[in-house]
């Protein structure tokens, strides 16, 4: 049994492999947080909170005469509002009388075997792994405010889920302003942050910083997950590692606007929550409703690797679906970076014809496609195809696709639209735009309003057509502007807080009903690149776009810091040409190849404008990744540099599951003249076995973990270098 309940103390005891998890109702009905970490065994943990006089910290009416007990030093499962907890709470609302106050106590809990589901949202979902739901109910008797607390333990994955249901228990109706789906305590320990953020082509800038006295807030308030501030937090001890050390993971499964707030207090003890934004979000709750919050995936792990792999697993066996969950990805090209809108027929065709003797397996033709789409002013939300580009239609161009033994895929940004289109002709109501102003514009586009249903039909209705016409089998789904004057023209004013989250809700029910309708399209998320790498996209794409920085040096540390919590299987990479279209950068044509090797793969540039040398150099690396294409999509990931620490060179290693093979790959990002040589140790081998290195040489896995490999000196424009470490006894 994963969850226990001991009467007789009134405690919750969740276990994983190797974590516990404890929770205490105390005499009071409040929900205490015990403890989170290592495996700590059976006891009662409630001993280690000492009571004392904490000064100007009030005390609950019931405890007014003892000063030792107060709501804004105690550890909880999920804050009060409002009563006498000062730090930063999981919700707040108010009532129909004007109060914001609530106290919430415990009620009933239930235990069931099996993983729980949120209605109209992703989660984890149990899969082959065993699980269990602990769901305990809160109420606060005077507001009649009811908090569901659902817990999800995967034991077997050292993953625990969390999430809240807000109800209204009352008769009158309830605003409900931020509702929270975790609030975790740490009261004790020394700790950092590290947190991923950046901007649009250089997305998930992993950042280390010490918590300092005050509220951390991580947060995007664009209408999606965002370019600047990922969903995902890490906090460990300020000695840990990538080995060894005590690491907290906090993963939002949500694609639209989040907030993480993370409070050092008075006290010394970290309160982290997590959940939708609250800034512009106003729920109604009608008596008898409910509010359901988005997932987070908790972990706790020895170790920064150890909590990336956790992670890697839960999104690679529990979280992408369908058949590309496992499966190997077709090596693809897409000719956004060499036509740009520019594109017609003949030239699409050419590409192709190389591209298929080159041994590519799938040609996307990205945006421009359609009727008056010369360049970003116009064409968006018609979604007809060009007869001037494609005279043959877009099925005579898939039908010579596919004739040259090419799978055909096609780009489409469905939730935006132009002001020169017909569809916005037809329905300006349906963008998001605020009365009486003009509108705020971004790449000369406005978003659809997704949370009107006639919307969400017309969107299903256009991209199932196309699917259903044409033998289409991978979609590119942009999304290339954040939400800004975001106002329903079909919803009443004082609902209009509930905007961005009924968008997000109509745009998983939209993903849900596409990708049940065509199980063997392959769909690959995108937003201006890796505006939406999230867990909730992945629940319905197995691939994102990583970013719209194909340059290989800049795409190193996008990678890395995407490696934390997300697997090599749902990043997007491709090989571009040099200059570089972002940063004019020159870089090897190896060593782009190594760098997108660490992704899905493939290429996004002009075959025709290649010369025959570079032509036989890609059709080498398309034979090498097809070979190594089950060990870096499976296999185990292990960042053996640190990009905070300015090396000059960066280094990643894959090892296959069962230790038989290995990949490390190394870049140089800044060649140093008379450096010292480059000297790495590898991980993840097996120590006992022996292993050929590069068909060089043989060597033991412990010699090469503990004494490590020297690479010769690697000199020139950014020099990489692949070593093939294969068992052979």
Not at 57 to 62: A, I, R, V
Request: glycine share 8%; aromatic share 12%; with cysteine.
């Amino acid at each position: 049994m994963s969850i226990r309940y001991i009467e007789k103390i009134k405690q919750f005891v969740l276990e994983t492999r190797s974590t516990s998890y404890q929770m205490k109702i105390d005499e009071l009905g409040y929900l205490h947080h015990l403890y989170y970490g290592p495996k700590a065994g059976r006891r009662d943990l409630s001993y280690q909170y000492r009571t004392y006089d904490h000064g100007f910290s009030g005390n609950p009416y019931d405890m007014r005469h003892d000063r030792a007990f107060s709501l804004d030093s105690t550890p909880q499962e999920y804050t009060s509002f409002g009563v006498g907890d000062f730090r930063v709470t999981s919700i707040r609302a108010s009532c129909s009388d004007g109060s914001r106050c609530a106290e919430f106590r415990y009620e009933s809990h239930e235990i069931h075997d099996g993983k729980y589901a949120i209605p109209g949202l992703p989660s984890v979902y149990e899969g082959d792994d065993s699980a269990q739901t602990l769901i305990v109910t809160l109420l606060d008797t005077a507001a009649n405010i009811r908090v569901r607390l659902y817990y999800g333990v995967l034991d077997e994955l050292d993953v625990i889920t969390r999430t809240a249901e807000i109800i209204n228990a009352g008769s009158e109706i309830v605003w409900l302003r931020k509702a929270c789906s975790v609030c975790l305590e740490l009261p004790f320990g020394k700790w950092d942050m590290i947190h991923f953020h950046g901007r649009h082509c250089m997305e998930r800038q992993a950042e280390r910083v010490p918590l300092f006295h005050g509220i951390h807030t991580l947060s995007s308030g664009r209408g999606m997950s965002s370019h600047q501030h990922n969903p995902f937090v890490i906090l460990c001890d300020h000695t840990a590692t990538e080995d060894s050390g005590i690491c907290y993971g906090m993963m939002l499964m949500y694609s639209g606007n989040h907030k993480t707030e993370i409070e050092l207090d008075q006290f010394d003890s970290v309160r982290a929550v997590m959940g939708v934004s609250d800034d512009r979000f106003r729920w109604e709750l009608s008596p008898g409703t409910s509010f359901h919050a988005p997932e987070v995936i908790l972990t706790c792990a020895d170790g920064l690797t150890q909590l990336s792999h956790r992670y890697h697993r839960v999104i690679r066996y529990n979280v992408c679906r369908g058949k590309y969950q496992l499966s190997e990805r077709p090596v693809l090209v897409n000719n956004w970076e060499a036509t740009y809108f520019d594109l017609n027929e003949n030239k699409l065709v050419e590409m192709a014809g190389i591209a298929a003797e080159l041994g590519i397996e799938l040609f996307v033709m990205d945006d421009g496609w359609f009727k008056n789409r010369k360049d970003d002013n116009a064409g968006l939300g018609d979604w007809i195809p060009d007869s001037e580009k494609l005279p043959n239609g877009l099925d005579g161009l898939i039908a010579k696709v596919n004739d040259l033994g090419l799978k055909f895929g096609l780009w489409i940004e469905p939730e935006m639209v132009n002001e020169d289109s017909d569809l916005y002709r037809a329905h300006p109501d349906w963008a998001l735009t605020a009365p009486n102003r003009l509108p705020m514009m971004s790449r000369n586009q406005l978003a659809l309003d997704l949370s009107r249903e006639e919307v969400h039909e017309y969107l299903y209705t256009v991209i199932s057509g196309l699917l259903n016409k044409y033998h289409i089998e991978y979609i590119k789904w942009d999304f290339n502007r954040s939400l800004s004057d975001v106002y329903s023209h079909s919803t009443p004013s004082a609902r209009q807080g509930e905007v961005t989250h009924r968008y997000y809700l109509s745009l998983y029910r939209l993903y849900e009903r596409l990708t049940s309708a065509f199980p063997d399209v392959l769909f690959e998320g995108c937003a201006g690149g890796g505006g939406r790498f999230d867990a909730g996209m992945l629940y319905y794409n197995p691939q994102i776009w990583c970013s719209d920085n194909t340059d290989a040096i800049a795409r190193l540390f996008i990678q890395y810091g995407t490696s934390f919590g997300y697997p090599v299987s749902a990043v997007g990479a491709h090989v571009s040409a040099v200059p570089n279209h972002q940063t004019g950068r020159v870089t090897p044509l190896s060593t782009r190849g190594t760098v997108a090797m660490s992704g899905t793969f493939g290429y996004e540039l002009d075959l025709t404008k290649l010369s025959g040398d570079e032509l036989a150099e890609i059709k080498e690396q398309i034979v090498r990744f097809k070979e190594l294409q089950p060990l870096i999509q499976n296999g185990q990931y292990y960042r053996l540099s640190n990009s905070a620490d300015h090396s000059h060179y960066v280094a990643w290693q894959f090892v296959s599951p069962d230790k038989y093979r290995s990949l490390l790959n190394i870049v140089v990002t800044n060649p140093l003249a008379n450096s010292a040589p480059i000297h790495i140790r590898l991980k993840g081998l097996d120590s006992e076995a022996v292993y050929s290195v590069n068909g060089e040489f043989e060597c033991d896995g412990a010699a090469l973990m503990n004494a490590g490999y020297t690479f010769e000196q690697l000199t020139g424009d950014y020099p990489s270098r692949q070593l093939d470490i294969i068992r052979i006894r």
